[in-house]
Structures are given as structure tokens and as C-alpha cells.
């Protein structure tokens, strides 16, 4: 499975960047998070804390941080959105953030 993240018409990466800004042990965490879903696929997101948002649009959970996703085939999954956890659900403008994106780049949700 191939993992593609959002990118501005800029070119920056801004999962990359969101990474990047984190503590090394959540960034160990984040890329054993990727490189299982690269290998296994699917299967991966059945290990993970994962939840549905909205429609086809999901997110991983790892320590006090969260990645929206939208699978778009079995192939293809779309790192929309990443932030930290402030409050016990999802921020609705994080949320609006992630859904801007997925219909910027084609997804449907």
C-alpha cells in the first residue's frame, strides 16, 4: 500500500512537516505506524487505534496525536491532516481541515 500525503500546491509536505516538529519518540512511533501500513496494508489498520469521522475519512490515534485518513483504494491511502489531541473528540475546524483537503485532492468521503 502506498501512503501519500498532503502536499499545499507549493510542494510542502505538511504531515512531513507536522512529524518533523515532534518529539523523537512520537516520531519513531508515527514512521512504525507508516511502515507497517506500507508492508501490510489493510491488515495494519485492524493493529492500529483507528476510528471512523466521517464517511470514508478516519483517524489513527497514537499517543496524544491524531492522522486523518481517507483510504481510497487497495492500494492508496491519503494522510490528509495531523494534529495533537486536545480535547476526547475530534476539533470540528481539525475535522473541516481534513475534509477541505480530501475534496481538494479528488477523494470522496
Known sequence: MD?????????????REYISARPIEERRELYKIRHSIILSGFSAFQELNTRQL???LYEIKYTDNRIMYVIKDGDNVYFLHACQKQKGKA???????????AKELGLSL
Do not use: V
Open 91 to 101: 476539533e470540528n475546524f481539525e475535522l473541516e481541515t481534513a475534509i477541505k483537503r
Open 3 to 15: 501512503i501519500h500525503d498532503y502536499t499545499t500546491s507549493g510542494g510542502k509536505n505538511l504531515i
Open 54 to 56: 466521517r464517511g470514508k
